[in-house]
């Protein structure tokens, strides 16, 4: 089958043979036409499966240029919503439609003047709804209404946002839900929203055959210091390590660096335009090692992964799922890496359960040598050893009494705060006042963000250890019987 079989018009179809693409993929030879009788769909399809040109062909069919805002795709991250904004632009080309995205992040003020002339519009739940509110975008004339990655959305807690998105539209409209995976809530939502959709999904576009898991156990004041020794072994290819924490992230990064290997950074915690550079810069291997957290998980577009790192592993193990997705695509060979230590045992556990089918070899620990490494922590730098146990090495500075948290002194004398207050055993005078900042992050960054760091397995009120009481010195933890294939 050709896209000049499926029905598309002459115009579409040379702009996606700009594209060089001539035949469809699985995802969108079962939804195009489908789209294109104004049925409403929900497509099952795994990242990099062609989901984007699927439901962009019928937008490229349905809408009209100058006749206002016709089309609305939600996607759950900045970094997706620019990606489809680029690859609608690409299509539309010759329909002279302008198609914007809209997130938060940066200004509001172009986005503004923007929507007044938009007729397609790929934006993230927040921004738009904070459009909403203002009286910004007029969705009274939507007639396609687009879900992209749904289920990734729900995760991260934008359903009442995505709700309420959809009842500003009109009701007469033909809305399509694309996802790597269909949860409960997305098929909630489509029983509420959508009118006797078509079901129809494509199988995993990677091979597993061509994909090898494995996984080290160790302990966790070695961890860092293996991935290094990897990654100086790796010559070849792009390689992608996953982080549970923004915290995580920024630590490997600096610290990988600090080794001589030449890595950067992607979460929720940068600004848009370091964000967007950062994945062009990968994507155009001018930097070989992309540290992220599971906002690179999802829909972004980057190709020839070879190798994927959980130095973290995830909670939940449908994002290790999308994680190892990443690589050992279209015939060529990948190669995931877990690196496990006493609090991953849980996370890891869970992935074996609900995917049986898995084969995760475990590896023998080589000889590895011990990596200094840098920690910044609100109180400055501090440097320690990567072997030590608790991680605890930290310059505060010590009243009368040697004690600097939960003690009675501080650096401006016993029982005072900064401000020369009474303090009932807390010594940090900054702490109480700043707490109204706490918590004012972007509604559009990666809900993975919220989870604990425990990289260095220490508590904030004190300097006990959680896993303390979890492992001697030796690192002989108690460790689950983890499944090991034959």
Known sequence: MKFEDIGLDNETVISINKLGITIPTEIQGKSIPLILEGKDVIGESATGSGKTLAFGCGITEHVESKQGLQSLILTPTRELAEQVKESLKKLAANKQLKVISVYGGVSINPQIYDLKKAEVVVGTPGRLLDHLQRGTIDTSKINLLVLDEADRMFDMGFLDDVERIIESCPKERQTLCFSATISEKVKNLANRYMKNPAKVAAKNQVDPSKLKQAYYDIHKGMKFSLLVHLLQKEKNGLVMVFCNTRRNTDFVVKNLKSNKIDAIAIHGGLTQNKRTRTID??????????????????????????????????????DYVHRIGRTARAEEEGQVINLLCDYDYDNFGRI??????????????????????????FNGNSRFRNGNRNGNSRNFRRGN???????????FGNNSNRFGNSSRGNSNGFRKGNSKFRGNRSRDSDSSENSRNRESGRSRGNNSSRFRNSS?????????????SN
């Open 281 to 318: 810069m990968f994507n155009s291997t001018k930097v070989n090692v992309l540290v992220c957290t599971d906002v690179a998980a999802r829909g972004l577009h980057i190709d020839n992964v070879s190798h994927i790192y959980n130095y973290d592993i995830p909670k939940d193990p449908k």
């Open 352 to 377: 074996q359960n609900d995917y049986r089918s898995f084969v995760i070899d475990k590896l023998e620990k080589p000889y590895v040598d011990r990596v200094e490494t840098v920690r910044d922590n």
């Open 472 to 484: 001697n010195r030796s690192g002989n933890s108690r460790k689950p019987n983890f499944r090991r």
């Open 401 to 411: 009494s040697g004690r600097s948290r939960g003690g009675s002194s501080n650096r």
